[in-house]
């Protein structure tokens, strides 16, 4: 199997330790405008070598792993280069501005939206790890407009990864996305910077945080690359849920401005609930 | 050594088991207000016997481990009954309002005011763990108004915990804390509340939500009944704090309307320097 990954990262890294794991007749190249991360992912042993465009033209499968904003730019070149056979499956955390980008390319049925939901906090080749992917889940968009025979390619790949498949449309994708991963970066982020405008001493934050603080801003260690154009096209999204968070803690905060303690703690057991909710979340360990 | 443990929760029970495997000779008794509880923890072997007055009378150290508000309303009659030799050791999580109570009792000096900043978002005696305390931080406050010799005592177990002290004031406790945990369990349980809100139905949080949400809502699970009097004692502190965030949030959800993302992108690249901050934090496994 002729594998190109584009964008050897954390996401496309982990893809590619899967498919050296999985897969015994297998060649995997790599790009990436990142000339240090093409370095560490041939060290590492997670390429074979540079991918070419006679290599693109020769894959069987093309995993483009790159920010948004870089799908939406180079996924149309990527199709054009590509063999009338090659699948190109994309790991983008939006899916309707991808979607929109390659609907009217004449390779559309070459490709398939995918947005596995998996990652951790770090980023580049030296994060990526064996079985990330295992137990996850994976949201594939506009099937129909793939190729069945290559449906058929992806799903048994992603099988072998251990992935769980679940089908949607670009919209419901980014709508829920905005709610269950996109808000708490924001939410992990702004905590963040809070605490470090108020604490000018970091000796504070060291000695008195506990594994609770370190929780919630874990996310908050996210790249910028990534996540600037993931909020740029998921936009609308992104601020109706973060209007409805804002006003949650105004409500919470004057809820304690009044000494109206009852409902204090309702709120907290009425949100208890996310135990049950919590419990059908696949583990991942954040540490590498 | 005969110890008194009041509230043998995850708090006091994690107290319990340090304290067994770590003296040869020695009593615990328990007291709770929750008869499930004293059950739990007789049959956990984390205590020997329910606690009479007589215990309290002739103990040598009496652990205080229940919600802020109980200790409060508490902490001065268990003082009345303890010896004159008789430590008391608080773990409460706020310190001034502790403090102020018992400031003009006449065994003020029997008293030591402590915050072990460790836990997890369980609770009841179940949810004790040996080593709960060890590499965490204990802030002390207002250690001059504790007697030596019981002060000298106090350490001698901390240390055989593996906690590192810290000694601090009680308004200064109080101040960095709403920071660095108060805060973050409102993000939390605020998050958790907007995304079950919007999503009706559960299975997209299910399938959905990747270990980052895991990671922000995790707190949202905690106990309303101890964290309600901790909003309430510090509620100076995390009104400030809260509106400083819900300032932040508002002013980056601007930056998103005016499709400004440079400046998004910076907001996150200043904020990435929490990287180096959460290096000093010593982790603690939050799964029972």
Chains 1, 2 share one sequence.
Not at 187 to 212: H, P
Not at 250 to 256: N, T, V, Y
Request: charged share 25%; with cysteine.
């Amino acid at each position: 199997m002729k594998v190109v990954i584009v964008g050897v990262g954390l996401i496309g890294g982990s893809i590619a330790r899967d498919l050296k794991a999985g897969y015994s007749n297998i060649s995997i190249k790599g790009v990436d405008i990142n000339k240090e991360y093409l370095e560490q992912a041939l060290e590492l042993g997670l390429m074979d070598g540079l991918a070419t465009d006679t290599d693109l033209a020769e894959a069987d499968i093309v995993f483009v792993c790159i920010p948004v904003n870089a799908i939406v730019q180079d996924l149309p070149k990527i199709l054009d280069k590509v063999g009338e056979e090659t699948l190109v499956i994309d790991a983008g955390s939006t899916k309707l501005e991808i979607c929109k980008t390659v609907d009217q390319h004449p390779k559309r049925r070459n490709f398939l939206a995918c947005h596995p939901i998996a990652g951790t906090e770090y980023s580049g080749p030296e994060a990526a790890i064996l079985e990330l992917y295992k137990g996850k889940t994976n949201i594939i968009c506009e099937v129909e407009k793939t190729a069945f025979r290559l449906q058929e390619k992806a799903l048994d790949i992603f099988k072998n990864m251990g992935m769980r498949i679940r089908y949607m449309n670009p919209e419901s994708h980014d709508k829920h996305i905005a709610y269950v991963s996109h808000l708490s970066h924001i939410s992990s982020f702004m905590l963040g910077k809070t605490v470090i405008q108020k604490e000018k001493n970091e000796r504070d934050i060291f000695d008195m945080a506990g594994s609770g603080f370190e929780s919630t801003v874990r996310l908050a260690k996210s790249s910028p690359a990534m996540w600037t154009p993931i909020f740029q096209q998921n936009k609308s999204n992104i601020v109706e849920i973060l209007e409805a968070y804002i006003q949650n803690l105004e409500d919470f905060k004057d809820l304690l401005v009044q000494d109206n303690y009852e409902a204090v703690f309702e709120e907290m057991a009425n949100t208890n609930k996310i135990k049950e909710i919590l419990i059908g979340i696949p583990q991942q360990s954040k540490e590498k």
